[in-house]
């Protein structure tokens, strides 16, 4: 085993022949964090734990009183490599603090691990069997799941995803799991998540190009992240029922494939013309949603890499958010905020149910024209499938949950980001 560097924190400037500003300086064994002066110590801390991955840097021990659970966090987030071979000891920390590390680590690095994971090895049916077996192993007295697949989907309805999934050799899955910690089969459901679970997509007939289809076993980020909240949540001390909805499949071309042209009729009646094959996420949301709201859950949130447009407004530092309810959309965004996340509005409006418009359907699944705001038409689509035009619904369209290549603050690959947002938003709804 190689020798461990100890990281210490400092508010001094590094030695001048460190550089100007310079983040670390070292010394032997030793290295130190210089927080500088720009009021974002915890970056400087998470691109400590970047640059250290970088250099080939394995064995880490975090030493000094200086340290804290968000400091801690924020350099392992930094401190990680989906290759793994990382050790980091973390130092002396209170009982409370090193639960809610532990917690968070296990949910982000399930995420992490999923989402990084091949698209041979994590296919609809290994998703949802992974997710239930994930949740039910913290909670094993309190958790039930029942996976659906293939022409059972057509049977129950479950028209979206049944579609979207026909052109894989692997069948269309979904998973509902329920978490009821009181254990009573009548107790009211507080909440529901539902995620988007493409576990690999190629846009269908409306093919992506190579570069664009390389990420895309990323396309489950949805349905990872909303799980890791659960996961979170329920090692936070979550007492209310909540339930569980992952829409998975493989979005692939073959002569079953679902095409353009195709007119879809879903459980609530709405018939939905495909003008694309790559808006694909929306069709198997649509069916979650509709599951979450037969429940009566007075709160739903989904999330999904649905669109590149949000990438396009927000880059991949933020989430975006969207709800027909602007408090609730604030809410969500406050939750960002405290659990040290980003996330951040866009608009959603009644008017954009309008734009989604077809000549031979209730609605298309884009809008076709010029200005079309493609990640608000998106979220305006799914709140045609929750009660109540939406006004208790969170839409998180997770740009910031993948990092296509390493920067500053983050390996390449899954980030967890999203989990801690969602996590805090079942514990705000869930109250008691």
């Known amino acids: 085993m190689s020798a461990t560097m100890k990281v210490m924190l400092t508010t001094d400037a590094a030695p001048a022949c460190w550089g100007d500003k310079a983040l670390l300086s070292f010394q032997n064994d030793e290295v130190r964090v210089h927080l500088g002066e720009n009021g974002e110590p915890l970056r400087r801390v998470q ?44 130092g002396e920390m209170s009982a409370d603090d090193q639960a809610e590390f532990d917690a968070r680590r296990t949910a ?88 988007k679970g493409i576990t690999f997509d190629s846009g269908g007939y409306s093919i992506k190009s190579s570069d664009g289809m390389s990420v895309m076993k990323s396309d489950m980020g949805g349905a990872a992240t909303v799980t890791g909240a659960l996961a979170l949540a329920i090692a936070r001390g979550l007492g209310r029922r909540v339930k569980l909805f992952l829409c998975c499949a493989e979005n692939l071309v073959s002569g079953h494939a679902f095409k353009l042209g195709d007119i879809l009729t879903y459980r609530n009646g709405l018939s939905v013309e495909i003008l694309n094959t790559d808006a694909e996420g929306r069709l198997v949301l649509a069916d979650g949603l509709l ?68 000549a031979f359907a209730d609605m298309a699944n884009v809008h076709a024209g010029e200005g079309q705001a493609g990640a608000s038409t998106a979220a305006a689509f799914l709140s045609r499938f929750v009660p109540d035009n939406g006004r208790n619904w969170v839409h998180l369209d997770l740009s910031g949950s993948y990092q296509k290549v390493p920067n500053e603050l983050w390996a390449a690959g899954g980030k967890g980001h999203g989990v801690r947002t969602i996590a805090a938003m079942l514990a705000r709804m869930c109250q008691a």
């Open 291 to 358: 599951a979450a709201s037969e429940t009566g859950a007075p709160f739903i949130l989904d999330a999904a890499t649905l669109t590149g447009a949000a990438k396009m407004a927000l880059g991949r530092d933020y989430n975006a958010v969207f709800s027909m309810n602007y408090e609730l959309a604030q809410q969500t965004v406050q939750a960002a905020k405290d659990e040290g996340e980003k996330a951040w509005p866009l608009p959603l409006e009644p008017f954009h149910q309008n734009l989604l418009t077809s």
């Open 47 to 90: 691109q400590a734990g970047r640059k250290l991955d970088g250099m080939g840097i394995k064995n880490v021990a975090l030493c000094g009183d200086d340290w804290t659970l968000e400091s801690r966090w924020a350099f392992a987030q930094g401190f990680y490599n989906a290759k793994g071979g990382q050790r980091l000891e973390l």
């Open 108 to 195: 982000i690095n399930w995420v992490r691990e999923m989402i990084n994971g091949t698209p041979e090895d994590v296919y609809p049916a290994s998703l949802a069997t992974e997710a239930g077996k994930f949740i039910q192993s913290l909670a094993p007295e309190a958790v039930s799941y029942r996976i659906y697949s293939g022409e059972q989907l057509k049977d129950l309805g479950h028209v979206g995803i049944y579609e979207v999934g026909r052109g894989s050799s692997r069948p269309p899955t979904l998973l509902e799991l329920d978490y009821n910690p009181g254990g009573d089969p009548d107790a009211p459901v507080a909440a529901c998540l539902v995620g």
